[in-house]
């Protein structure tokens, strides 16, 4: 029994490690991108709206094609007769009203009608404001997974950094601990140091918490589910490396380029067309039908013809006003847009132009964070030395350690901003890939 139990467990401990196994994800920067763009919430819903746009337009289209319908009546007089008097003072013959029933079969063709030309056309424009839509989506979906990415970098660069300084120091306090017995070591200077360690193990604790919740983040704008376990093959200092940042400060702005400046252009074009839609319902609208009945019940006398075919013009003569009011109000949307697009053309200009000072004042801050980093080390290396020594108060070390953090952690922020400057700017540029 004993044996089963140990097989059991074992057994069960395989299943566990092999599902933990599928649930694991090692993806880079680019993986990460190319995964949301197939399972992102957002980017699934701008898919269906491609969809939707798609079948809008054949169903303008099919406004304007052939229509086949059928149907069928029955009627009866119930027993009503027609009187007729053939002469003068002669009695009326009574001619019973019997019941009748036919089947019909419809078929219209629409031949002109100006709105159904302007509708189709503005189903096209709209299927490209939706193709335009899912770009944005595309580029926000992007820009949130970068962004979450480096997040779960900077995190555990950070959690890294804070694990390395707490074993130095725990290490450092067990060493300090034979000597503050022996009185080489004043005990206050023990107990300081105590009390950072515990300091630094709640930091610590924090951090950890700081990364999974990038991490969740991250599975989150991936559409990843919630227990997946992820592991970033990228770097930061890859990351940092990247020649597109040099690259990126060389380009020149086209507005061409911009999501926003390409969608306002393409409301313009849609309030353009609004226009013509407007104008089209002054034109008159030709269609023509074709007529098949087929009486199921027929009447003793009956003079209808089994098939006809015919046209039917509908001209519009007077509206008070109204259309020519429609249209006005029309044209006046179209000089909205057209100003609206004049000012989203300005902003840019100045966000772009924002965007490049941030990107290049982040990278000099960069730079000095780096330089101020290694000075850093090198200081607090040489002031843990002398207090190993005895020749440093724990006070001092502590000063020297909180110095350090402060100095990583500005770097960390620095990287931070580069990355989030760069981000922007590719976003703005419309050349995140």
Request: no cysteine; net charge neutral; proline share 2%.
């Amino acid at each position: 029994m004993n044996a089963r139990k140990i097989l059991f467990i074992f057994l069960s401990f395989l299943m566990t490690s092999s599902l933990l196994a599928q649930t694991e994800m090692s993806i880079s920067l680019k993986q990460a991108r190319d995964y949301a763009i197939e399972h992102n919430r957002s980017m699934i819903n701008s898919d269906y709206a491609v969809d939707k746009s798609r079948l809008a337009l054949k169903e303008a289209i099919a406004n304007g094609l052939p229509q086949l319908n059928a149907s069928a009546d029955y009627t009866n007089a119930l027993g009503a007769k027609i009187s007729i008097r053939f002469m003068e003072g002669a009695p009326p013959t009574e001619i019973d009203i019997k019941p009748q029933s036919n089947f019909y079969l419809n078929l219209n063709q629409l031949i002109f009608n100006g709105n159904y030309i302007v509708g189709i056309q503005l189903a096209k424009l709209s299927q490209e404001m939706s193709l335009l839509n899912k770009e944005k989506t595309e580029n926000e979906v992007i820009s949130n997974v970068t962004d979450a990415y480096h997040m779960v970098l900077l995190s555990e660069k950070l959690l890294e950094i804070l694990n390395q300084n707490v074993d130095n120091l725990r290490s450092l306090y067990e060493k300090t601990v034979p000597a503050a017995r022996v009185g080489v070591i004043e005990q206050t200077n023990l107990d300081q140091l105590f009390v950072q360690v515990n300091s630094l193990q709640n930091m610590q604790s924090s951090a950890e918490r700081q990364a999974e919740l990038a991490k969740n983040l991250l599975r989150l704008q991936l559409g990843a589910d919630i227990n997946t376990q992820l592991v970033l093959t990228d770097s930061l200092e890859q990351l940092l490396n990247d020649a597109a940042i040099e690259n990126l400060m060389m380009k020149n702005f086209d507005l061409s380029g911009n999501i926003d400046f390409r969608m306002i252009e393409q409301q313009e074009a849609l309030t353009s067309k609004m226009i013509d839609l407007k104008r089209a319902s002054y034109l008159p609208t030709l269609a023509g039908f074709y007529r098949y009945t087929y009486k199921l019940i027929k009447p003793d006398f009956d003079m209808s013809p089994a098939n006809m075919v015919g046209l039917q013009l509908n001209i519009p003569l007077f509206s008070s006003g109204l259309r020519a009011a429609q249209t006005k109000q029309a044209r006046i949307d179209l000089l909205t847009v057209k100003n609206n697009k004049q000012q989203v053309a300005d902003q840019l200009r100045t966000h772009e132009k924002q965007l490049r000072f941030n990107l290049s004042n982040a990278l000099e801050n960069h730079e000095n964070q780096k330089e101020s980093i290694e000075v850093s080390r090198r200081v607090y290396a040489n002031l843990k030395l002398k207090y190993e020594q005895g020749l440093l108060s724990g006070l001092d070390l502590i000063n020297a350690d909180n110095n350090y953090l402060k100095a990583e952690s500005d770097y960390i922020n620095s990287t931070m901003q580069v990355l989030s400057a760069r981000l922007q700017l590719e976003k703005l540029y419309g050349t995140i890939q």
